[in-house]
């Protein structure tokens, strides 16, 4: 069950040998996505997952660059699938986001199909000891009504 007391003033929790110290952290910002907007627009409007593809080199990245590393060209948008493999995942026990108040949760990192690089991803509903290295995954979206535009828009579950 969460404390709701105001973390700042509550005693420091000695586990295993490590002080772990309550703190808050409270900034409201706006930043611009920039060149990725459409990343988060697609998200949002569409629930399609958006990579972005070097035309010189092949190379998809997702989360999407606006260029690629190697090549220093701009890269092309690109949908992805949404289907891919888990890499490794963990149980989350302490969140340091208002937004993410349930504990634990589940984060895994996903190879998506065609992506040159792995991303970490929520992942539910799953028991930790059903998740494997190596098993199929695919994205899943909240219903438009829920978007707002954000990565915890989409998840990932287990292929059946
Ligand atoms: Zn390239």
């Known amino acids: ?10 005693p420091i929790k000695v586990q295993d040998g490590f002080a772990v110290i309550p703190d808050r952290w409270k900034v409201d910002f706006r ?5 990725l907007s459409r990343f988060y627009i697609e998200l ?3 629930a399609r997952l958006m990579g972005t593809r070097c035309p010189n080199c092949g190379s998809v990245y997702c989360w999407p660059r606006s260029w690629c590393k190697d090549c220093y060209v701009d890269c092309e948008w690109v949908e ?8 490794l995942c963990s149980r ?12 634990p949760f589940f984060q895994g990192g996903v190879h998506l ?3 040159r690089y792995p991303v ?11 998740l494997h290295v190596g098993m199929p995954v695919h994205a899943e ?5 829920e978007r707002t535009g954000r990565i915890r828009d989409f998840y990932f579950i287990p292929d059946e």
């Open 1 to 10: 069950m969460a404390d709701d007391r105001d973390p700042r003033f509550v």
């Open 120 to 130: 970490v991803v929520m992942l539910r509903p799953v028991e930790f000891e059903d």
């Open 92 to 103: 989350v026990e302490i969140s340091l986001s208002d937004i993410q108040k349930e504990v």
């Open 141 to 145: 979206f909240l219903p438009s009504e």
């Open 31 to 35: 930043v611009s996505a920039g060149e």
């Open 80 to 87: 992805m699938s949404g289907k891919g493999k888990l890499t």
């Open 113 to 115: 199909d065609g992506a």
């Open 44 to 46: 949002k409007e569409n």
